[in-house]
């Protein structure tokens, strides 16, 4: 069983690389236009499948992610890439050898060119360092017991946002997503068929709305971000009646993130018209980082508008294993930082896990409504 999910993992994680991974989808086709996927092989790109890499590795060495658990989340940066480092322990539940540990990662690892040393100290008996080009990424420790970090009073709890975003096309998930005990907030498509119905029934639960507007992708035309798109080929006056058209749509949000816009948040002459509009209307924006190059926060700096970035995305590989696992970085990056953004999909298997896991997660985090954790930009 496990060999399988490792094998359809490994087949998950090389998606990227096909050349034919997006489908044909029209505004008007009544689905939910789908979210950035990445195609280039970039350092960025590959980082982001790493991890899954990573795990595949460990449940062909019969490690599953409850025998994980993240110790830290650091960022580095090298000759202008930034990434963040991780740090791991790891219970199997028999240490394996070191030929069976190069097997596996030699397997999954190579498929994105990850390198990976075994090495071991006084303190661990294993120890895998595993690097991208060059660059380290993560230290997998291999322990007889993990050590369970957890905040010593409630006043001491990280805050953490969640967003699930892509909502407006499947109403009952999104009434699914507004049934759980945490103030998820829900980012909501313009001119989606049921937006203004969910948008209605999350504000009467309190809970935050903001438009997942959609922009440019760096894959524009061969990818439509959808209907009220924001395209760098618009002058200012198209691009802010564009705009105002999407925010009409509805007009209880409380802030914007970008859906795609890998193109457009890169272009700061028309971030900068956006960014003055919704200055003007006092709505925030949270970045979604789709793009190392986005200059979102440059621009909000200059315009002190109130402004976050996304830390971590739960689900842009939708496969549980992966899910669970980014859950425990998302708790990991929010211990080290004190706060975290997260960005998760209208998936049933998100809107599941998140089920399960969130009496769990309540007792290491305090979940907000993403507006709690928006900064004037500096």
Not at 60 to 70: H, M, N, R, T
Not at 291 to 305: D, G, I
Request: include cysteine.
């Amino acid at each position: 069983m496990i060999l399988l999910l490792a094998v359809g993992i490994s087949a998950a994680v090389g998606i990227y690389l096909l050349p034919t991974v997006f489908p044909e989808q029209s505004p008007s086709s009544g689905k939910s236009p789908i979210f950035e996927i990445y195609t280039s092989e970039d350092f960025e790109t590959r980082l982001k499948y790493l991890e899954q890499a990573m795990y595949s590795g460990l449940l062909d060495l019969g490690v599953s992610v409850d025998d994980v658990e993240f110790q830290s989340v650091s960022p580095r940066e090298s000759k202008g890439l930034h990434w963040d480092f991780a740090e791991l322990e790891v219970r199997p539940g028999r240490f394996p050898s070191k030929t069976d540990i190069e097997k596996s990662f030699d397997l999954h690892l190579s498929e994105i060119g990850a390198a990976f040393e075994i090495t071991f100290d006084d303190r661990y008996p294993l120890i895998v360092r595993i690097s991208l080009d060059d660059r380290p990424t993560h230290r997998l420790l291999f322990v007889r017991k993990l050590k369970r970090l957890v905040p010593a009073t409630r006043k001491k709890l990280p805050r953490v946002a969640i967003i699930i975003d892509d909502i407006g096309y499947d109403k009952q998930l999104a009434l699914d997503f507004l049934s759980l005990d945490a103030p998820i907030t829900l980012s909501i498509f313009p001119f989606s068929p049921h937006g203004k119905t969910i948008a209605s029934a999350a504000r009467a639960k309190g809970r935050n709305v903001m438009l997942h507007l959609p922009m440019e992708p760096q894959e524009y035309p061969k990818i439509d971000p959808g209907k009220g798109s924001l395209l760098t080929s618009m002058d200012a006056d198209t691009l802010i009646r564009r705009l105002k058209e999407d925010i009409a749509q509805l007009p209880c949000i409380v802030g914007v993130n970008n859906h795609m816009g890998s193109g457009l948040t890169q272009d700061s002459e028309r971030m900068k018209l956006i960014f003055t509009h919704l200055k003007k209307k006092g709505l925030f924006f949270v970045d979604s980082r789709t793009t190392k190059l986005s200059c979102a926060r440059r621009v909000a700096s200059s315009l002190k508008l109130r402004f976050a970035e996304r830390q971590v995305f739960i689900d842009h590989l939708e496969e549980e294993s992966f899910i669970r696992g980014q859950l425990k970085r998302l708790k990991s990056v929010a211990r080290s930082r004190g706060s975290a953004i997260a960005i998760g999909h209208p998936y049933k298997l998100t809107y599941r896990i998140l089920k399960q896991e969130l009496p769990n997660l309540k007792k290491q985090m305090k979940i907000v409504p993403v507006s709690r954790l928006v900064r004037v930009a500096n």
